[in-house]
């Protein structure tokens, strides 16, 4: 039979599949080959016998994708959520990480939050509307009307789709998901308090169901893995630069020169909004002087 991991308890794996959920331990030959089940894996196991309390996982799927803190497999997306104040907007966080979803292979969606904190004219609201006209998918969330429309869009993007939550702490990542997954996820966030566990401990890396799809928790940016990341994984993930052609196929996009790089064409022309930009010459620096130091 065949299923999809939602959370890890010491050997236990809590398997999803059509049947319902199944408790199951993984095989002692996995150790031996150096496998090891993770939240998200798409698994084949062994329903339990007679008197058994648990069944056996007896194959582990090829992830399509994999983010290792917390560890998950086979996302389809990472949700970003972004406020608009409380923490301020700040373009050069989100780039970076919008840079490392793409750096896994992974589709990036942003989710701005508290939108109900500033004014309908804030020039927040420009760059946002920046985003989107580069491609990039947005939603803007008010957590304090969790019924209004602007719900109903993001909703169907989760269907189906195996979705993680990042940000910055204090972003608004758990008050969206409970608005999401009203029951779920705040008695799981209650369970986890009052055994004195840290907020995240039994969230982050579980799986939760959700219109037909599933949802993590994450807790937030600081978790990412970032180190094996270099200026020219920069170049080709950050944003949407890689739709623009360059005469060089290793281009940093740094040179002043847009009869070689399509990307300082685009910014010349005003196609790329001056601080993606700037936030790329700085970011590229910042992993410049990372792989210096290493
Ligand atoms: N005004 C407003 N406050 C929000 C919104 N979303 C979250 N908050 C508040 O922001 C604070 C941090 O939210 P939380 O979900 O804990 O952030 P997390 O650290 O990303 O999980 C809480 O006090 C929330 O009530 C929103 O859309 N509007
Ligand atoms: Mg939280
Ligand atoms: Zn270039």
Not at 140 to 168: C, D, H, M, Y
Not at 170 to 186: D, E, M, R, Y
């Amino acid at each position: 039979m065949t299923g999809v991991v939602m959370k890890i308890l010491s050997e236990f794996c809590y398997i999803k599949h059509v049947g319902g959920i199944v408790v199951c331990k993984t095989k002692g030959i996995f150790r031996h080959k150096n496998m090891k089940v993770i939240t998200g894996d798409v698994v084949e196991f062994d329903e339990p016998q007679d008197q058994e309390a648990y069944g056996m996982i007896t194959d582990i799927y090829d992830r399509k994708s994999e983010l290792y803190r917390p560890q998950i497999a086979n996302i389809d997306q990472v949700v970003v959520i972004s406020s608009v104040k409380d923490p301020n907007f700040d373009s050069y966080i989100l780039n970076k990480y919008l840079t490392f979803i793409s750096y896994l292979g992974i589709k990036k969606i942003i989710a701005f939050t508290k939108v109900d904190l500033i004014k309908r004219d804030d020039v927040i609201f420009d760059y946002i509307d920046d985003y989107q006209k580069i491609g990039i998918e947005i939603f803007r969330i008010n957590n304090i009307q969790p019924a209004s429309e602007e719900w109903e869009p993001f909703n169907q993007i989760l269907v189906n789709k195996t979705s993680v939550f990042t940000g910055q702490t204090g972003a608004g990542k758990s008050t969206t998901l409970n608005n999401l997954l009203p029951n779920v996820f705040q008695k799981t966030q209650a369970i986890s308090k009052a055994l004195g566990r840290g907020k995240h401990t039994t969230t982050s890396n579980e799986l939760f169901e959700f219109n037909g799809g599933f949802i993590a928790d994450t807790p937030g940016f600081s978790s990412f893995e970032l180190k094996d990341v270099t200026p020219l994984d920069v170049a080709q993930h950050y944003l949407n630069f890689n739709q623009y052609e360059c005469k060089f196929n290793d281009c940093l996009h740094n040179i002043d020169n847009e009869k070689i790089c399509g990307v300082v064409a685009a910014k010349n022309k005003n196609e790329i909004p001056a601080f993606m930009y700037s936030d790329y010459v700085k970011l590229l620096l910042e992993f410049t002087n990372k792989r210096g130091v290493k």
